[in-house]
Nanobody
Framework: QLQVVESGGGLVQAGGSLRLSCAAS????????MGWFRQAPGKEREFVAV????????YYADSVKGRFTISRDNAKNTVYLQMNRLKPEDTAVYSC??????????????????????WGQGTQVTVSS
């Protein structure tokens, strides 16, 4: 069973950047698609981005497209979320999640949280205006 731990959150001014990391333990990391989700206070969990097991396919929420980039390093068992041009509305707890699948193409189906069976505790991102 894969376990994941997020890091890299913090406080940043609007327009700034942060890079989140999600480190996974287990020898089967490359068998998992990896997603990032976020949850702001009083709001439901929201999909952010997903990357296929190989890194060859990605899919983003419209709200972050063009500003965020998801990537992975299977040799390091780590997935990243580079967040640029941050906005106050990006403030949330960001969690990574793992979906054991070798599907090559990531699409809207991977934006649903029920697909994911392993979740991290999350890391807080706060964007000040």
């Amino acid at each position: 069973q894969l376990q994941v731990v997020e890091s890299g959150g913090g406080l940043v001014q609007a327009g700034g950047s942060l890079r989140l990391s999600c480190a996974a333990s287990g020898r089967t990391f490359s068998s998992y698609a990896m997603g990032w989700f976020r949850q702001a206070p009083g709001k439901e969990r929201e999909f952010v981005a997903v990357i296929s097991w190989s890194g060859g396919s990605t899919y983003y929420a419209d709200s972050v497209k063009g500003r965020f980039t998801i990537s992975r390093d299977n040799a390091k068992n780590t997935v990243y979320l580079q967040m640029n041009r941050l906005k106050p509305e990006d403030t949330a707890v960001y969690s990574c999640a793992a979906d054991r699948t070798r599907v090559q193409v990531m699409d809207v189906m991977f934006s649903y949280s029920y697909n994911y069976d392993t979740w991290g505790q999350g890391t807080q991102v706060t964007v000040s205006s």
